[in-house]
């Protein structure tokens, strides 16, 4: 398949002055698409985060193309510089692993290459998020992708706090020495949703495992997870068909007062938190 070629044409055409954003393997090596490959092969220089990383993708592919060391940290000149050469030049965005600008560098490059004028264009190929979101079975009609969870506390409880509400599948990114206490804050705030721990995808270990938070810290406690992993949480509309959220609030009542209940069942479920407070009282009432 030539560079770009489209349906229209099959004819190779020299690859166009521009930036390149080229997405790369997650794991799996055959994952590199042949138009990734093309690209890379043609541009005049590939920007990346590790040139040790991306330098053994090159060597895998018989891609030859200098790299330029660039992150969103790098000087503004150097950002300058890679503009200034796509304006004249096809030049490739690539990172360690995945799509670019996703929990990676590039946004700023992005950003600046199309307030010059630069003719920017995208490579699509894999992505750890969308990959763990097929592979979940949680509902993919709607999902919201997070990020990484702060690490301390306070931040990683304001930040579901926040999430609460929404009603899409949640993605964030996780780390294995992390997974056990971003699972135990979302069982605080989340005990009845189900979760996805999608680890090592494309590679050979690659796991999916679902359950509650707390299924899968005793899992996970008993077997420290090691490698690349994906966390996603089941929206709270999946959990109010499943359960009943007069259930939680008949639980809640006994410890605390309506209003209070409201509060805490409309967190763990991102139901209406006046609608249940009214049911709150009535349930008091009965
Ligand atoms: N840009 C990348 C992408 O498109 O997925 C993500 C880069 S981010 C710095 C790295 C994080 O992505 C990892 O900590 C992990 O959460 C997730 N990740 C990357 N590769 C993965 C894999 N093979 N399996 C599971 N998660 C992966």
Redo the contacts with the bound molecule.
Sequence with gaps: MPVNASSESIEPKPLEPGLYIV?TP??NLGDITLRAIDVLRAVSVIACEDTRVTGKLLKACCVKTRMQRYDDHASPAVRKKLIETAINEPVALV??????????PGYRLVRDAREAGVNVTTIPG????V??LTLSGLPNDRFLFAG?LPVKDKARSDVLAQLGGIEATLIF???GPRLERSLKAIAQVWPTREIAV??????LH?ECRTGTAEELVDHYSDHPPK????LLVGPPMQETNDIDADDLLKDALQEMSASKAAGKVARATGLDRQTLYARAVELKQQ
């Design positions: 997405a997650i794991g990172s360690d692993a995945g799509t670019p600008l996703v929990s990676d894999a992505c750890a998020a990959a763990g990484f990114y996780e780390t999608a680890r090592e995808l494309t590679k690659e490698g690349e992993i994906v």
